[in-house]
């Protein structure tokens, strides 16, 4: 019966990393002048990509714009709750950076560089 309870212990342990530092679900951006938006991670094409699934305003939810654009593509685990070698693209322009994701918990840091400017949020998980 030990041996069982010992495996028992790692997978749960196991399980509770993995939910630490997994990327897929919902989003909630940092907020850029009263807007933001849910962003619902998931795989595509063999990595994982981001879509936009609800947008708000200052006064609440608003229908257009970015609903409905992949915003975040190609974005690939590193180790550790690190996702790299991915981009994220601006749905009034089109224009992307290079991205990467640190997932930890129910919090995620954003950071994407054009040369020497840099980005930095703190995403929130909301599902």
């Known amino acids: 019966m030990k041996p069982l309870a010992v495996a028992a212990a790692v997978t749960l342990s196991a399980t ?6 997994n990327l897929n679900g919902i989003w909630r951006t940092a907020t850029y002048m009263g807007d933001y938006a849910f962003v619902r991670f998931g795989p595509c094409s ?3 990509c981001g879509v936009v699934t609800r947008t708000f305003g200052p006064n609440g939810e608003i ?5 409905g654009k992949t ?11 690190e996702f790299a070698n991915g981009r ?9 950076a290079p991205l990467t994701l640190q997932v930890n ?11 020497p400017l ?3 949020e703190t995403w929130t998980r909301v599902q």
């Open 16 to 21: 509770a990393a993995s939910a630490e530092t």
């Open 88 to 96: 994220i693209r601006r749905p009034d322009t089109g224009q992307s």
């Open 105 to 115: 918990g129910g919090t995620m840091n954003v950071s994407a560089c054009i040369g």
């Open 46 to 48: 063999g990595k994982i």
């Open 63 to 67: 229908q257009g714009g970015s609903l």
């Open 118 to 120: 840099c980005r930095n």
């Open 71 to 81: 915003i975040v593509i190609n974005m690939e685990p590193v180790g550790g709750g």
